[in-house]
């Protein structure tokens, strides 16, 4: 398999050239000849290996007052979560927080919202959940009233009062 691409001496063609290439497939390159002026783009089927891909995702929580904005000249960093390919941390700011968070880094994480996955049963047996309330966080709170979300006007306040809950 062969895929050239017009090159000339002054620039490129970057849409064609960009719509030819494909993710994670080895080219070579040819120079211009005497035969033809052109650039040549190879394909190296021999040469393809997938890519194994980090997944990086982090958090950052910080204080602010109610009803504001976040302002730098006032709030402080409370919180910074991480996961790199599966594996957590948790760093707090030992100055907001009133006490230590338990550790949860066993194979396995037993607490209150742990209870929830049996909700997705609950939705297909118990048919008389009203409309709109057949999803899995409808239902959390209806059953277990336990709501995920935690809005930012109490997050400051449940750091000092209710630590556990926060950082589940």
Known sequence: MRLTTACTSRGMNYENLILQFFYLIKYGVRGQSSSTS???LVLKPDL?????????VFDIECTKMPLKFQSPASDQIMMISYTIDTQGCLIINCEIFSQDIDHYSQDYYLSRPCVYMDCIKWVKRNSYLPIGSHGLKAVKKAK???NPIVYPENMCHLDVE???TLSN
């Open 162 to 164: 209710q630590l556990q």
């Open 144 to 146: 277990l009233c336990y």
């Open 48 to 56: 393809i290996e997938q890519a194994q891909p980090i997944n990086f």
């Open 38 to 40: 052109q650039n040549q």
